[in-house]
C-alpha cells in the first residue's frame, strides 16, 4: 500500500506576520480528511479533520456565521 504525503499550502490571505495554518486539501479523496497544522511548526502536531467538519468551517467563515472573538 503506498502512503500519500500531505502537500500542506497556506491560503493566499495569510500575509498577516506568519501567524497561519496549513492545509492539505489532497488526501481528501483518499482518506476523507483535511490535516491541519500551524505554519510556524511545520514538524509538530497535526489535526486530521473530517471532509465534512472541514466544509461546515470554511462556509462559516466565508458566510461570516462564527461569531465574533
Do not use: Q
Not at 24 to 49: E, W, Y
Amino acid at each position: 500500500m503506498t502512503t500519500e504525503n500531505p502537500r500542506w499550502f497556506k491560503s493566499s490571505y495569510s500575509d498577516n506576520g506568519g501567524n497561519c495554518v496549513e492545509v492539505a486539501t489532497n488526501l481528501i479523496a483518499s482518506h476523507g480528511i483535511v490535516p491541519v497544522r500551524d505554519s510556524t511548526r511545520p514538524t509538530g502536531p497535526v489535526l486530521d479533520v473530517t471532509t465534512t467538519a472541514f466544509t461546515a468551517f470554511v462556509a462559516g467563515v466565508r458566510n461570516s456565521g462564527l461569531g465574533s472573538v
